[in-house]
C-alpha cells in the first residue's frame, strides 16, 4: 500500500504528472519550467494540500536550475517565489515548500552556484520523502482512535494523489482497512471537482478497498441513519487554537457530526499548522471561477447567464472537531497547536 504516484520527476530533470482533472482517466503533462507548474497548480492539475507543496519545489528548481551566478540564481529564486505563491492562497504548504527553497538559496550564499542547485533539487525530493514518512506516521497514529471496526465517511480527496505517499485523512482509512478496522467507507463526491468520487474511488478501487459513493447531500440522512461512526477528513491549514480550513462542505460535516453524535477527525501533516494565526475567523477563502461550478467537462449544467458563487474552502472551527491527527500527535480539545 504504497499509493499511486500523481507525478514522476527523472533523473534527467523530466518532470512528469498525472491531470488529476480527468481522473479516473489517466492523462500525462510534462512540465518544464516555472510558468508550466504555476499553470498545473493554478489549474488545478495536480491538487491537495501537500502535493502542491511538493510540486511547488520540484518548480522551484526548474525555475532556478540554469543560474550562472549568485546574482541571476537571487533573481530566479525571488521570481520562482511570487509566481508560485500566488497561485492557491489556501493551502499553507505551498508557502512552506517554496520559503524552504528560498531560504536553503539564501543560506548557502557561499557556496558555488552549481552547488546551492543541486541542493534545491535534494531539497525537493526532501520534502517529497518527508511527506511520505509523515503520512505513515500519521495513519500509525490515527488508527489510536479506532476503538472498533469503523463506519467512516471521508471527504475530497486526502490520499496519495494529495501527498504523493500513502495520504491523511485517507491514508489512516487505507491503513486502518488493512489492520481490518474498517467496517464501511463512505465516500463523498465532493463537488464540483468530484474529488471524492474519481480520485479518493480510483485510489480505494487500486487498493481492492471496498467503499460506497455518496452525494454530498446525503451526509445528513446518512448520520440520522445512524450508518456513520466518525468522519475523517484533511486540512489546507490549521490555526493555533485548532480551526481547520478544508475543502468546502467540510463545515457542514462537522455540524451534522457533532447534532448526531459523530466523532470527527482531522488529518494534516505538521506543515500544514499555520501558527502565525491563532484562529481562522477572519480567514480569507479561495473563490474560484464560477464557470467551475456551472460546467462539468465541458457540459453546461444550468441556464444561459446563469451566476454562480463558488468558494472552495470553508473553516470548521475547533469546537466541532474531536481530534487532530499529524504525524507527531493526536491533539485534543482545547487545541493549542
Ligand atoms: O482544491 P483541492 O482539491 O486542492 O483541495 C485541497 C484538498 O485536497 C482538500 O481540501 C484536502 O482535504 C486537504 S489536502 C490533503
Redesign the pocket.
Known sequence: MDGYSPFVFSDNDEFIVIDQRFLPQIRKVKLENLNDTCIAIKD?IV????L?GIVAAFGYYLAIKSSSNFDELEQLSNLAYENLLTT?P??INLRWAIESQRSLIKDNAILPVEKIIKKVRANAFGIFEDQKKADYKMAQNGILLFDKQMRILT????GSF??GGI???LGIIKYAAQQNLVKEIYVDETRP?F?GSRITAFELSKENINYKIVNDSACGILMQKKLIDCII????RIAKNGDVA??VG?YCLAQLAKLHNVKFFVA?PESTIDRSLNNLSEFDIEIRDSNEILNVNGVHLAPDGAKALYF??DVTPSYLIDAIITEKFIYRPDFEL
Open positions: 488545478m491538487r491537495g494540500a501537500p502542491i492557491r489556501t493551502a471527504h475530497c480527496n486526502t494529495a501527498t495520504g491523511t485523512a471537482y474529488q477528513v484533511g486540512a489546507d478544508n475543502k467540510t494534516a472552495a474552502f
